[in-house]
């Protein structure tokens, strides 16, 4: 499986995989499956270099309660993405599942 350049990764091609389940590389050998529910509209603001923004968007998984992740740096992969590593956050634990956000907040030039 291919790794994925994190320009790769918009709130534009995620949202397609909403409802999808992401591997987390936990400890060596052990994958933890984390659901997307939610990706946030991106917001962006200028920057006074011209063709220059700032990008930020998060990613919302459910996560199994019984496998319980720190907030910490992990590789994820996905069938159709390929593998990229990225910080995942808990942030709560509702509906019998651990939730998870990832935070893109990046300066991106524009095309």
Partial sequence: MSQVPLEQLSAERLIEFVGS??????????????????VTQPRTSGSAEPGVRYENFSLFFDGPSAHPLPQRTYTMEHL????????????????????????????RKEV
């Fill in 80 to 107: 159709q993405l390929g593998h990229f590593t990225l910080f995942i956050v808990p942030v709560g634990n509702e509906r019998g599942c651990l939730q998870y956000q990832i935070v893109f907040n990046r300066l």
């Fill in 21 to 38: 389940t992401f591997n987390v590389e936990a400890t060596e050998g052990h994958k933890v499956p984390l659901l997307l529910t939610t």
